[in-house]
């Protein structure tokens, strides 16, 4: 079994930035898919981000050309730039890995966006 670790959340004020971060409990091959999702109360998580072994990333509509994702595959670190966060953007974030048939997921860190 792998634990994934998320890091970075906090509170934000509007049009600030925060990195999250997702460390694995150990190295994981770079054929896993890996991503970050959010969840707020009351509804299904959704995906934000989403990169590839070979680094090609997918932004969902809300996340594009704001947010960053990218990964160390050396260290299995995936990393979540997110700038000009927006009250709307306020969720745990959960941090996935997916291969085949096995899938991974952390426990979650809160971002509140709030002034």
């Known amino acids: 079994q792998v634990q994934l670790v998320e890091s970075g959340g906090g509170l934000v004020q509007p049009g600030g930035s925060l990195r999250l971060s997702c460390v694995p409990s150990?190295?994981?091959?770079?054929?896993?898919?890996m991503a970050w999702y959010r969840q707020t109360p009351g509804s299904q998580r959704e995906l934000v981000a989403i990169?590839?072994?070979?680094?090609?990333?997918s932004y969902a509509d809300s996340a594009k050309g704001r947010f960053t994702i990218s990964r160390d595959n050396a260290k299995s670190i995936i990393y979540l730039q997110m700038n000009n966060l927006q009250p709307e953007d306020s969720a745990v974030y959960y941090c996935?890995?997916?291969?085949?048939?096995?899938?991974?997921w952390g426990q979650g860190t809160q971002v509140t966006v709030s002034s």
């Open positions: 996935n890995a997916e291969w085949s048939r096995t899938q991974y």
């Open positions: 150990r190295p994981l091959p770079t054929i896993y898919t």
């Open positions: 990169i590839t072994g070979g680094g090609h990333p």
